[in-house]
């Protein structure tokens, strides 16, 4: 299934494990457009897919363009059928690399980018029992910005990371020192901020900022880490949350791109004690990537496919428990035309005891920058294959000293020593 991805000897000697997963292609084809970028996230039964680029050919067929969108599309595992859901109220506008989540009886969608204003910050609540989207108007919002992932907690919501412009942090230095008096003053504050602004957009960054929103106050507020250690600042990443055995809360990222490369480290933040920890690995670590997707089941997590170091796509699988701190990549058992290709910027998420892929996109054009392959298609594995099996311990070295057969080597009995002897026939 392309699991030699991640067995590369530079990222460490992989685990012999029995386990096996089989994917299932899902046959109800959805009727609406391919996509990649999407924000996707599972409520009960149902899988809900919000915006994403999808590529729209022209009427000669031999060309289109990318085209944003800002549906909102389920899929319902009991009656395996896509509808598009008729949303009320303010609906937010096209945009792909938002990222969604729920809390309660709601999913909250936040940023992304859009090819007609650029980089947002908005944040947006969509009501699954009235169908109703709400902006949320706050402050204190993270700066706007893509690639960015979140998940949800209880009441609160939890965002890390993202790529946009750099955030204008002196914007408010600057109206402090504007004399409020001076007849100029409106003047003046406009020029200097529209100056600052612009000095700004040219500057991007990536993010390593771990924000909370609470659902019930409505407000944003930025945790500072009570250590040192602290991710790299990054984007196209992934985040999970797990809480453990014993009740401890984590919220684990891995890989995405930074400021140097793609990475493959794995970080877990503890939500009791507001520290990072970087995870120790055992086995073969996935190769650096990012625009890879995940999912966590009980307490392994689940890193699938996404863009590597020379932008090549994957499609490997593989396990991270979180209990022996082991990588692990499984045997597929399952036939070809039923596995999801290498691909990127799809999405992972679990309804009861399957794991559901969808989307992505795959062979990156480099004269472009865009990948000429876009998916709509659905693939899931049970849970209980993820969660069954694990390391395998390898058969002891049997190897005997070399010895030539003309010897005719045997052991002697009654030593005196009580060890064998080697005695010659001859």
Not at 259 to 278: G, I, K, P, Y
Request: glycine share 8%; proline share 4%.
């Amino acid at each position: 299934m392309g699991n030699e991805n991640s067995t590369a000897g530079q990222f460490g000697k992989k685990i012999n494990n029995d386990i096996v997963i089989k994917w299932r292609k899902v046959t109800a084809e959805c009727q609406f457009g391919a996509r990649e970028g999407q924000a996707v996230c599972a409520h009960g039964s149902k899988l809900y897919a919000f915006g994403g680029v999808m590529f729209l050919k022209d009427q000669s067929g031999d060309g289109g363009q990318d085209v944003e969108t800002n549906d909102l599309l389920v899929f319902d595992s009991k009656t395996k059928k896509w509808q598009q859901e008729k949303c009320l109220g303010e609906v937010p506008s096209q945009r792909s690399g938002s990222c969604m989540t729920t809390a309660g009886n709601c999913l909250y969608m936040f940023g992304g980018l859009s090819q007609l204003c650029g980089w947002m910050n908005d944040l947006y609540k969509f009501n699954l029992e009235t169908k109703h989207w709400r902006k949320i108007e706050t402050s204190l919002a993270p700066s706007p910005r893509d690639k960015v992932l979140s998940v949800g907690v209880g009441g609160k919501v939890y965002v890390f990371g993202g790529f946009g412009p750099a955030p204008v942090e002196d914007e408010a230095s600057v109206l402090e020192d504007i004399d409020e008096n001076d007849e100029e003053y409106e003047d003046m504050e406009e020029e200097e901020l529209q100056e600052m602004r612009m000095q700004n957009a040219a500057n991007f960054t990536w993010s390593n900022e771990l924000f909370v929103f609470d659902t019930a106050a409505e407000k944003w507020s930025l945790l500072s880490p009570s250590d040192a250690m602290i991710p790299t600042a990054r984007a196209a990443h992934s985040l999970d949350y797990l809480k453990s055995e014993d009740d401890q809360e984590f919220l684990y990222v891995f890989g995405g791109r930074d400021s140097v490369a793609r990475q493959n480290d794995l970080w877990r933040f503890n939500l009791s004690t507001n520290t990072w920890e970087s995870c120790e690995n055992k086995g073969c670590k996935p190769q650096p990537r990012s625009f890879h997707a995940s999912v966590m089941v009980k307490n392994r997590l689940i890193i699938h496919g996404g863009r590597g170091v020379s932008n090549q796509h994957f499609s490997d699988f593989n396990i991270y428990d979180t209990s022996s701190n082991e990588w692990f990549q499984p045997e597929a058992q399952s036939d070809k035309d039923v596995e999801p290709p290498a691909v990127g910027l799809h999405s992972l998420c679990v309804i009861n005891d399957e794991v559901y892929l969808f989307g992505g996109s795959s062979d990156l054009d480099p004269a472009t920058g865009t990948c000429t392959k876009i998916y709509n298609d659905l693939y899931t594995i049970e849970t209980k294959d993820i969660l069954s099996g694990g390391a395998v311990k390898e058969p002891e070295s049997t190897e005997a000293e070399s010895v030539p057969s003309m010897l005719n080597l045997k052991p002697a009995a009654n030593s005196d020593s009580g060890k064998n002897e080697i005695l010659s026939s001859s």
